[in-house]
């Protein structure tokens, strides 16, 4: 089946670690996103991808990175500068058309 | 730049009642809608989409929404809701050229109520 793969479903991260997100997908999408999604608020862009080997910051890429060294991949790394992290997490993915599918999100835990 | 609200943060209503979830957008170029279901502790589901032609836009699970270009708005209406509706629903609009960037409204909770 065609679709996006986030893992893992639940992360735990102590104060001070940097932690990656995995976020993979086999539908032929040249364009990757990251979304960060807190209690009763709407979707914020981390980062963005349109292509392989180039990505761009969206609305709050600050304490985070990514890369995208292959098309079905696009890894997202919350670092210690982030401050506040605890959120769920989503990435998605798309090819022309507008329309952008999501993969099921990873909920982070600092404690 | 465009930008999206949904007037109602939360929505009860009553199992088999009709209901109606408000989205408005601004932009100054034409835009593609979209209308997305999010489940608890899951990802968005595409629920419906208008890109052109008919305004009037029928999705998944029942749900149909209405484009209106002068008022600029975007709302999702279902005649008979059921329990299993119970969801956060998001507006979100990208306008053309766009690279497939979307904008988010702050999301309506649905609760259907037995």
């Known amino acids: 089946d065609g679709g996006i793969t986030q893992s893992p479903k639940y992360l735990f991260r102590k104060e001070g670690q940097n932690v990656t997100l995995s976020c993979e997908q086999n539908?032929?999408?040249?364009?990757m996103y990251w979304y960060r999604q807190d209690p009763g608020q709407g979707l914020r862009l981390i980062y963005y991808?349109?292509?392989?080997?180039?990505?761009q910051k969206g609305d709050i890429a600050e304490g985070y990175s990514v890369s995208r060294e292959k098309k079905e991949s696009f890894p997202l790394t919350v670092t210690s500068a982030q401050k506040n992290p605890t959120a769920f997490y989503l990435c998605?993915?798309?090819?022309?058309?507008?329309?952008?599918?999501f993969g099921p999100g990873t909920r982070l835990t600092v404690l | 730049a465009q930008s999206v609200t949904q007037l109602d943060s939360q929505v009860p209503v009553f199992e088999e009642a009709p209901v109606e979830l408000r989205c408005n957008y601004s932009?100054?170029?034409?835009?593609?809608l979209f209308w997305y279901v999010q489940y608890p502790n899951q990802g968005l589901q595409l629920l419906l989409k208008?890109?052109?032609?008919?305004?009037l836009v029928k999705g998944i699970n029942g749900f149909e929404a209405e484009f209106n270009k002068s008022q600029t708005s975007f709302h999702l209406r279902k005649p008979s809701v059921h329990i299993s509706d119970t969801a956060e629903y998001f507006c979100?609009?990208?306008?053309?050229?766009?690279?497939?960037?979307?904008?988010f409204g702050g999301g309506t909770r649905l609760m259907v109520k037995p």
């Open positions: 998605a993915s798309s090819i022309g058309g507008a329309q952008q599918f």
């Open positions: 539908l032929n999408h040249d364009a």
């Open positions: 991808s349109q292509i392989v080997n180039d990505f």
């Open positions: 932009s100054s170029v034409s835009v593609y």
């Open positions: 208008y890109l052109s032609g008919s305004t």
């Open positions: 979100a609009v990208t306008v053309y050229n766009a690279g497939n960037m979307l904008t």
